[in-house]
């Protein structure tokens, strides 16, 4: 068999087993055997989702509005002493990012000289997984992938509504309608960048964020 059969045969497969896993989330009238517990409701996931994401050092700020979530960024900006802020064209990010008042905002996926001078770096996110404290985001949604990975410190924005249970609930909702079709980049993201590549010990901030925050809006908390 030829490399390129080879190759077309192996996808054939994988669509084919993803096709399966989609019919069978549909035919199932409960969960399926060994699904994770506590990730029926909304708050259950919210909940699981702070937990775990807290257990891997990241910071989470759960806000009602939009208002509170530009106060909650003010505060993150402020105890960093973060003067140059990189956002990306996240609509909800640049909306709140722009009360941040001394600080300089700019468009971080423009201007790739001033971003590496950045103190912070504010996105979005199109989901969240609670079972893993996982940060979803797409490209096709926003501009991200540098604001995200190159500013040391990382703040992303993310509606409690979209809290998923787990991966494999991500993935489908990232495939929509059609199993064969993915967006052609999702970056998965959970607590600040880790490597153990270094003499196998653990270092936090080689490449990426050394800390990461989220702020998450929730229109069942305190007003």
Do not use: Y
Not at 56 to 70: I, Y
Not at 160 to 181: F, K, N, V
Not at 185 to 201: H, K, W
Request: hydrophobic share 45%.
């Amino acid at each position: 068999m030829s490399e390129s059969s080879a190759r077309d045969a192996i996808l054939a497969s994988v669509r084919e087993n993803l096709r399966g896993v989609q019919r069978s989330r549909v035919e199932r009238s409960g969960p399926p055997p060994g699904a994770p517990a506590g990730l029926d409701t909304p708050a259950e996931r919210l909940a699981r989702f702070v937990e775990v994401l807290e257990g891997v050092d990241g910071h989470c700020t759960v806000v009602r509005d939009e208002a509170n979530a530009a106060a909650a960024l003010r505060r993150i900006a402020a105890d960093l002493g973060a003067r140059e802020v990189a956002v990306s064209d996240a609509p909800l990010a640049r909306a709140i990012a722009a009360g941040l008042g001394d600080a300089a905002v700019f468009d971080g996926w423009s201007d790739r000289e001033r971003l590496l001078a950045c103190d912070l770096g504010v996105t979005g996110a199109q989901w969240g997984i609670a079972e893993t404290g996982t940060l979803v985001l797409d490209s096709e949604a926003e501009r991200h992938r540098l604001v995200s990975l190159v500013p040391p410190v990382h703040v992303a924005i993310l509606d409690t509504d979209r809290i998923l249970g787990t991966l494999g609930d991500a993935l489908a909702t990232a495939r929509g309608d059609d199993p064969d079709s993915l967006p052609r980049v999702l970056t998965f993201i959970t607590g600040p960048s880790r490597t153990a590549d270094i003499e196998l010990t653990l270092v936090v901030g080689v490449h990426g964020p050394k800390e990461l925050h989220v702020i998450l809006l929730s229109k069942e908390a305190p007003a």
